[in-house]
Structure formats: structure tokens, C-alpha cells
Antibody
Framework: QVQLQESGPGLVKPSETLSLTCTVS????????WSWIRQPPGKGLEWIGD???????TYNPSLESRITISLDTSKNQFSLRLTSVTAADTAMYSC?????????????WGQGTLVTVSS | QSVLTQPPSASGTPGQGITISCSGS????????VYWYYQVPGTAPKLLMY???QRPSGVPDRFSGSKSGTSASLAISGLRSEDEADYYC???????????FGGGTKLTVL
């Protein structure tokens, strides 16, 4: 049974870079799509982007200028970097497995990690 | 950013049936599959319905999904207290070239 676990700092200063890692266990990262999704407190879900195991990446256009998603198959991990953060980037960040391109299927999800942007 | 429109809230009593709608456009629901997620506050979302009307294993047949044109619906029959949660629809959007989520519907079981 595939499980995902996010890790990274829970507090980031404004204008700095948010960096998170998702570790995949119980299965290989060398297949499927791997996604990042966030949810600001009390608000809805926002898709950030995904990466295919071949390295093919798709980003949410509204965030594209600030985000980088990468894959480390040797560690069965994928990562998110979000630069120049502001308070509006405060959210629960979750990683999830996707099934294919042009799909809204995410299953399973990690438990999520809360990232607060504050000085 | 949501261009998938859901009612912010819905409610029903145990045993009743309810329907949650998700309205989109030709670039998303009109031309791609719809997915539904269930989230109890404080926990991660779980896949509830995929490809419009397919239930993952473990999801009771009290839940059903449908799509017509640029709108989709999630129907829940025989409401139970454990159905109280937030429900989100999602679909790929061809114009955005990305996934859109609805704003979410908070279901209260009275």
C-alpha cells in the first residue's frame, strides 16, 4: 500500500523560499504522476503542479513563475520549491499520487504539512 | 481561482438523500472527467468518485456521481452522521492546462 509523507519547515519568512519533500513508501516512484496540492486555512484546494516519473512537469500557471517540482528516484522522493513567499502562501501543503496526465485523480494523499509564512 | 462552482453548504437529516452540484464550463467538466473528494476537517482529502461515476473500492454504493454537459453532481442516499464533511469536485481544465477544484461544499447532517 503506497503511502506519502511530507516533510519540511513549518515556518518560512516572507520573501524566502519554501522547500518541501514528499517521501513515497510501499511502492516505486518510477511510475505514475506525483502532485502537490495546497489548502489555505479555512479555504479550498489548489493544485500546484505535478511531475511524471520521466521528469515531465506541469505547473499551475498562476504559480509557475515561482515553483519548481523535482524528482529523486534514488530516494523515492519528490520535492517542491516555492520562491518569494508571502502570507498568501500560508497553507496546508499535501503531496499526492496522480494516475495520468489531464486527470484530477489524486490517490492516495499524504497527511499534509502546515506551512506558515511569517516573520 | 475556482471556476468549478459548488454550493458552499448543504444539509440533511439521517436517512435522507442529498445532491451536491458542481458547475463548470466546456473547457473543464464539458470535456474531461470529474472527480469528487471527501474531507473531514483536519484530515487529508480522500478520493470518493473518479471518472464521473466510478467508486473506488471501499466507497459505499450510497454515493453516486453523474455528469451532464458542463455540470456534475454527487448524490448521497441514506445520509449518515459520518457523511458530515467537506466535499470537493475536481476536473482537468484544457484552457488552464491544469487541475481545477471546486470551492467545496460543507455537508451537515442534522
Amino acid at each position: 500500500q503506497v503511502q506519502l509523507q511530507e516533510s519540511g519547515p513549518g515556518l518560512v519568512k516572507p520573501s524566502e523560499t519554501l522547500s518541501l519533500t514528499c517521501t513515497v513508501s510501499g511502492g516505486s516512484i518510477s511510475s505514475y504522476y506525483w502532485s502537490w496540492i495546497r489548502q489555505p486555512p479555512g479555504k479550498g484546494l489548489e493544485w500546484i503542479g505535478d511531475i511524471y516519473y520521466t521528469g515531465r512537469i506541469t505547473y499551475n500557471p498562476s504559480l509557475e513563475s515561482r515553483i519548481t517540482i523535482s524528482l529523486d528516484t534514488s530516494k523515492n522522493q519528490f520535492s517542491l520549491r516555492l520562491t518569494s513567499v508571502t502570507a498568501a502562501d500560508t497553507a496546508m501543503y499535501s503531496c499526492a499520487r496522480g494516475d495520468s496526465r489531464r486527470s484530477g485523480l489524486f490517490d492516495p494523499w499524504g497527511q499534509g504539512t502546515l506551512v506558515t509564512v511569517s516573520s | 481561482q475556482s471556476v468549478l462552482t459548488q454550493p458552499p453548504s448543504a444539509s440533511g437529516t439521517p436517512g435522507q438523500g442529498i445532491t451536491i452540484s458542481c458547475s463548470g464550463s466546456t473547457s473543464n467538466i464539458g470535456s474531461n472527467y470529474v472527480y469528487w473528494y471527501y474531507q473531514v476537517p483536519g484530515t487529508a482529502p480522500k478520493l470518493l468518485m473518479y471518472r464521473n461515476n466510478q467508486r473506488p473500492s471501499g466507497v459505499p454504493d450510497r454515493f453516486s456521481g453523474s455528469k451532464s454537459g458542463t455540470s456534475a453532481s454527487l448524490a448521497i442516499s441514506g445520509l449518515r452522521s459520518e457523511d458530515e464533511a467537506d466535499y470537493y469536485c475536481a476536473a482537468w481544465d484544457d484552457s488552464l492546462s491544469g487541475v481545477l477544484f471546486g470551492g467545496g461544499t460543507k455537508l451537515t447532517v442534522l
